[in-house]
């Protein structure tokens, strides 16, 4: 099922729930917003909005293609909510597919629009924009790996996956625990920071620092630094403890 917004002005509003069963998948092709006030759903199919997402004023949206199937989730566009009001979330849901957003998610101009984002299952899931919400990223399920590519500022983090590809800032005001069976990656130039704990279950390749605010900071695997880096784990003045289960290395040849 394609709906297309007429070219140049259209908008597109999901006022009921689309629902696509079989082998239909669902693709809204809009031209100025694509106005979200009910969630869509396939059966194990494609969801693709290629336009800006907004979130109709204090809804719970989901995107669902399936827990068991491999449809994959894509906006290509900027994820938001509506402003004033009360905060609006998403909830992406799709299995053994894809979700990705190529735009920016919420934004920092007004704390009642899109505050909440929930990936509930994917395999990969890329964010090629910025991350921005005053209330909680979670991830309940990544099969293959989750990537940051732009700046991360959230309420709070609880992220459960395999690999972890963090590739800008990442920013939290309460917790930040990544429960990872791979992999956390964290490229160099810029660092992260958790008002609230930091932990990870899984090993950490380091080229940054990771900084808490008199919290703890534990590493529940082992701790790579990445070549030529040298990052710094730091607690801040306060009483946090610094945790490495496992072993602590550098990168072998280079320098």
């Known amino acids: 099922v ?10 597109i509003t999901v006022n009921g729930t689309i629902t696509g069963t079989g082998d239909a998948s669902v693709t809204l092709n809009g031209s100025a917003a694509t106005t979200l006030n009910a969630g869509i759903t396939t ?19 989901t995107l669902d293609t399936g827990a068991g199937g491999a449809g994959n989730i894509l906006v290509s ?41 929930t990936i509930t299952s994917a395999a990969t899931t890329l964010f090629s924009g910025a991350v921005t919400l005053s209330n909680a990223l979670t991830q309940t399920a990544g099969s293959v790996a989750t ?4 700046a991360v500022n959230v309420g709070s983090a609880a ?53 808490t605010t008199n919290t ?22 306060g009483a946090g403890n610094i945790l490495v289960s496992g072993t602590t290395n550098g990168t072998a040849l280079g320098v």
């Open 216 to 237: 703890d900071l534990t590493i529940g695997g082992n701790l790579v630094v990445a070549e030529a880096a040298t990052p710094t784990l730091s607690t801040g003045a």
């Open 147 to 150: 990537t940051f590519t732009g």
């Open 43 to 61: 059966a194990d199919q494609n969801i693709t909005i290629s336009d800006n997402v907004v979130i109709g004023e204090g809804l719970s949206v």
């Open 77 to 117: 566009g900027t994820t938001n909510g509506t402003a004033l009001g009360v905060a609006e979330s998403l909830t992406a849901l799709a299995g053994t597919g894809n979700v990705t957003f190529t735009g920016a998610v919420g934004n920092a101009t007004d704390a009642l629009e899109l505050e909440a984002l």
């Open 2 to 11: 394609t709906i297309q917004a007429p070219i140049g002005a259209g908008s």
């Open 159 to 211: 992220l459960t996956g395999t690999a972890f590809n963090v590739n800008n800032s990442f920013a939290s005001g309460g917790t930040t625990a990544f429960t990872n069976s791979g992999t956390l990656t964290k490229s160099a130039g810029t660092n992260i920071t958790s008002t609230g704990a930091f932990s990870t279950t899984g090993n950490v390749n380091l080229a940054a620092n990771i900084t």
